[in-house]
Nanobody, 121 residues
């Protein structure tokens, strides 16, 4: 299973970005999906997760109300819409796939390579 994240970039505080993660080589709907991030000098942390059919989502408190995770099982793609971005959101963002839900850092089956998000103040 391969995961390819895209959509990162440089944005001013208060702006928006949408990340995408295309999945290939497996049965997409068999996996719960998630987004994690890792800032310089910090450990990787959970951001958002979504169930196999998209009926259930959950978020880290730090992004609740600003980020939205979604998936399109016909396109084998998961998205992360990020609004009202803050400088503390700056990190490398990774998509992840897990047969189990809710998805957790220790239980991830497959990782994407990550995409850089930089939020300037």
């Amino acid at each position: 299973v391969q995961l390819q994240a895209s959509g990162g970039g440089l944005v001013q505080a208060g702006g928006s970005l949408r990340l995408s993660c295309a999945v290939s080589g497996g049965t997409f709907r068999s996996y719960a999906m998630g987004w994690f991030r890792q800032a310089p000098g910090k450990e990787r942390e959970f951001v958002a997760g979504i169930s196999w059919r998209g009926g259930s989502t959950y978020y880290a408190d730090s992004v609740k109300g600003r980020f939205t995770i979604s998936r399109d099982n016909a396109k084998n793609t998961v998205y992360l819409q990020m609004n009202t971005l803050k400088p503390e959101d700056t990190a490398v963002y990774y998509c992840a796939a897990d047969e189990k839900y809710p998805i957790s850092l220790s239980g991830v089956d497959y990782w994407g390579k990550g995409t850089q998000v930089t939020v300037s103040s």
